[in-house]
């Protein structure tokens, strides 16, 4: 029973390595190498040079994460704002018109984003939309709502109405039966919205090199010029930056729902 | 009144600003697809910038590499994404402790790598000077740089199908796994009794439980690869180039004539994805894909 157990672990482990592992390797060798020349299979000695240029002020590479972030986290908020009573009115009801609504809401996972926006350049161009982060974010929200949506109504599938009439009961007015009853259920699905949110929005590249101009500058515009035939080292290290970046994102949002639920476990465990 | 108006003013703002600024473009393109720019005294409607599309040749091209990079991308990604869930869940079969979930977590890493970046990873492979190729030269498989072949930058696309394989294995795993955690404990016995073995039992019991989620889950990757830009803009080639690459060169190449050219390339791309996501639809319900089986 116990080697063909160690033999799938292995397998497995090798096929993690070549899968996962392996494909790193000379990204990371290449962000500190100095001179790589082939045929050899290290580099010839290292530095941190790349490292030095990108994380220092004078590359800018702070404010464009910036920006990233700032873009990211307002469209996350709006759609936040737009995806709760969406998400309500579709798990809830149903009405006239329903598919029609989810049609309209699904679409663009279906259609790509960059049709729409490539049609409303022209548009944006007059409205004095273009070059603005208000016109990146506006931009970025249709890639990004459906996804936030469809993660609050797989919360909402699981919340009866019964609680809430229950809080009503209790004698709980209609914001204190969102804070305390609706909200807390909700959030991991919040959670999930906002981490797939905010993990498209920082690998857009097109929308935002059209709707920006070059003028707002996020990471992948940034990324690009270097990764399609620049200094190797210099592309190696910003290739890393972005995606620890978004990893880093991801696993952050996903200890603060932990941290949240052990705090509520600790408080109603005192109560 | 209330309760019949509820539910639509609940949905009135988000699908208000997914008309005004989703549909509301595909609109505003449409429209100049066909030659109508009111800003530039254009308000005939004609179809030109179609008839022009259907008789050059680089359409058909991009649209023939498009399909062929798409189909292939979703067949490897499909392909790798079963071997890795399979793995994990004779894993979890074998075993009681939560190293199984630490695996799966791992896999799950290409998916949230941003797709520039995955680009960037296959081009320092998989050139022709990259790192598999100084790794065959170092064991003396190889003596020259150009014994290797060229993956990256090529004319039939191999550097993109790479890079989508990798990055959406990991989403065809997400998609049939939970499918394959229904799976009872028991079944596996029951199998042991009548004396099938391992391999019998993913031929006759893994594999034909998983296959609807696993075709739709390719599908989805299809239609998907079908219309991404980030990726054949960086490892593809000028001529031919894919349907989104295609339509991004006739935007921006300088002169107004070829705008609503490109327009038209995003139209019918447009209504190819429409097509190919109702074909998605219509199965995913009727193999009941997401709820799975009772």
């Not at chain 1, 990108?54 to 990233?68: E, F, M």
């Not at chain 1, 873009?71 to 029609?100: D, E, H, M, Q, Y």
């Not at chain 1, 939309?129 to 993660?151: C, D, F, K, N, Q």
């Not at chain 2, 394989?165 to 939970?178: D, G, Q, R």
Request: hydrophobic content about 55%; charged content about 10%; overall charge positive.
């Amino acid at each position: 029973m116990k080697s063909p157990r160690r033999l799938l672990n292995s397998i497995l482990f090798l096929l993690l390595f070549f899968v996962i592992g392996l494909p790193f390797v000379p990204l990371i060798l290449s962000s500190v190498s100095f001179g790589w020349p082939w045929p050899n299979v290290l580099p010839d000695s290292f530095s941190f040079r790349a490292w030095e240029y990108v994380l220092a002020d004078s590359s800018g590479t702070w404010s464009v994460v910036g920006t990233s972030l700032l873009v990211a986290f307002i469209v996350t908020a709006v759609n936040l704002l737009l995806a709760v009573p969406a998400a309500n009115a579709l798990v809830r009801n149903s009405f006239r018109g329903k598919w029609l609504m989810e049609a309209i809401i699904f679409a663009p996972i279906v259609i790509p984003p960059f049709v729409a926006v490539m049609g409303i350049h022209l548009t944006f161009l007059r409205l004095g939309l273009t070059e603005t982060i208000l016109g990146v974010v506006l931009a970025h929200i249709s890639p990004t709502l459906p996804y936030m949506v469809r993660a609050i109504m797989i919360s909402y599938n699981t919340l009866s109405v019964d609680w809430e009439n229950q809080a009503r009961m209790l004698g709980a007015g209609p914001i204190s039966r969102f804070v305390h009853v609706v909200l807390p259920h909700l959030l991991p699905g919040i959670a999930a919205g906002a981490s797939l949110s905010i993990l498209i929005s920082l690998s857009q590249y097109l929308i935002t090199f059209i709707i920006g101009s070059g003028q707002v500058v996020t990471l992948p515009i940034l990324l690009f010029p270097f990764i399609s035939g620049g200094d190797p080292a210099v592309a190696s290290a910003y290739s890393l930056l972005y995606a620890g970046i978004a990893v880093l994102t991801l696993v952050g949002m996903d200890l603060a729902l932990k941290k949240y639920y052990q705090n509520k476990k600790a408080a109603t465990g005192k109560g | 009144m209330w309760q019949k108006t509820r539910p639509y003013l609940l949905l009135l703002p988000a699908i208000g600003t997914i008309v005004l600024l989703f549909f509301g473009g595909l609109f505003d393109g449409l429209l100049k697809s066909l030659g109508y720019f009111p800003a530039l005294g254009e308000t005939r409607f004609e179809m030109t910038a179609y008839t022009n599309l259907f008789q050059s040749s680089e359409f058909w091209e991009s649209l023939i590499l498009t399909f062929r990079v798409a189909a292939l991308s979703s067949v490897f990604a499909a392909v790798l994404g079963a071997a890795i869930t399979v793995s994990l869940f004779m894993l979890k079969e074998s075993s009681k402790s939560g190293a199984s979930q630490v695996w799966h977590r791992l896999f799950q890493l290409p998916l949230t790598i941003p797709h520039l970046v995955g680009g960037y990873i296959i081009v320092l492979l998989f050139m022709q000077s990259g790192f598999l190729s100084k790794i065959l030269a170092s064991a003396g498989l190889i003596d020259e740089i150009t014994d290797f072949p060229v993956l990256v930058n090529d004319p039939f696309g191999w550097g993109i199908i790479l890079t989508y394989a990798w990055k959406e294995a990991p989403f065809v795993s997400l998609m049939i796994y939970p499918v394959l955690s229904r799976i009872h404990r028991s079944w596996r016995d029951v199998a042991r009794v009548y004396g099938a073995g391992s391999w019998n039992f993913i031929r006759e019991i893994v594999l034909p439980v998983m296959l609807p989620a696993w075709t739709i889950a390719t599908f989805i990757v299809f239609v998907f690869t079908f219309s991404a830009f980030e990726v054949p803009f960086l490892l593809g080639v000028t001529y031919p180039s894919m349907l989104p690459v295609y339509s991004y060169q006739l935007y921006t190449s300088g002169t107004l004539a070829d705008r609503p050219e490109a327009l038209a390339v995003n139209i019918i791309l447009a209504a190819l994805t429409i097509l190919l996501g109702l074909v998605v639809y219509y199965f995913s319900k009727r193999w009941n894909v997401l709820k799975g089986w009772d």
